[in-house]
């Protein structure tokens, strides 16, 4: 046999042996990312689906056109609408797949008071600016402390939801 139809011959063989190798390669990458995925899903880590969308185990947390979170069945029936804070629905979305509906009831007044504070920081924020551009310093010192007391309120609230949050 001449060398140059060695060489050939050779060449033939490697080309074929790098593309066997790039298919096994690719089916142990696409086996290993069935398996994280499955995994992530059953242990109900959010994975990113969409903008707007997160999948949660079984649920979707959704953005809605109001700028709240809804937590979603696959059938876009909605267990939980209007939920303020991105993380929340998180775990009530966690919650409601390992079947702890009394605790996503405990989390959703949490959630209430946690808004309700916020939303009173933001007014009391909003008269402070007022009381500011009038110069009356009286109102300011008590908007600052109405404001003071309601995000501590808030924080307290907040943090009692995170003791809720659970990744297995």
Do not use: W
């Not at 696409?30 to 994975?47: K, L, N, Q, V």
């Not at 979305?93 to 405990?106: D, L, P, V």
């Not at 309601?150 to 003791?163: H, Q, V, Y």
Request: positive net charge.
């Amino acid at each position: 046999m001449p060398p140059e139809e060695k060489r050939q011959q050779v060449g033939q063989i490697t080309v074929l042996r790098n593309k066997m190798d790039r298919s096994v390669l690719i089916d142990k990458l696409d086996r290993a990312t069935e398996r994280a995925a499955s995994m992530a899903i059953s242990r109900g880590y959010p994975i990113r689906v969409s903008k707007k969308s997160t999948l949660i185990g079984n649920t979707f947390v959704e953005k809605n056109s109001d700028g709240f979170y809804d937590v979603i069945l696959p059938n876009k029936d909605k267990l939980y609408k209007d939920i303020s804070v991105f993380d929340v629905a998180v775990i009530i979305a966690q919650r409601y797949n390992s079947g702890e509906t009394s605790i996503i009831k405990k989390i959703l007044i949490l959630e209430e008071r946690y808004s309700k504070y916020h939303n009173d920081m933001l007014n009391y924020l909003s008269c402070l600016k007022g009381a500011k551009k009038k110069h009356d310093i009286e109102r300011m010192a008590i908007l600052e402390d109405k404001f003071q007391v309601a995000e501590t309120l808030a924080k307290s609230a907040r943090d009692s939801i995170t003791n809720f949050k659970r990744i297995k």
